[in-house]
């Protein structure tokens, strides 16, 4: 059995490798992919701290999380594919599109 400081760790060293990628890639789906590493890192450590305290309302609050996490996927993934028809590129510094 595994206590809950592991899977803690893992999920802080899951959500640190997910917020560098975020931070120094430059590829949209490169940061799509990083920020869902975030988010099943949040969703481990809600599972940790659930069976930790015998309580299964953060194991049913992983469930709402990942059906956000499946929606937020097919609309980034649309705007990738959409942004890709129209700049040729999914580079975050040449697509200045988005910006006010």
Do not use: H, K, W
């Not at 959500?15 to 869902?36: P, Q």
């Amino acid at each position: 059995m595994v206590p809950a400081g592991g899977y803690l760790l893992v999920s802080a060293l899951l959500f640190s490798l997910g917020v560098m990628g975020v931070l120094l890639r430059r590829s949209a789906i490169v940061m799509f992919m990083c920020v869902e590493m975030m988010l099943n890192a949040v969703n481990l450590s809600l599972v940790a701290f659930s069976r930790l305290l015998g309580d299964p309302t953060g194991q049913v609050l992983v469930f709402f999380v990942m059906c956000v996490a499946a929606a937020e996927v097919s609309v980034g993934l649309a705007l990738v594919i959409a942004l890709f028809r129209n700049r040729e590129s999914i580079d975050v510094d040449q697509i200045r599109l988005l910006r006010g």
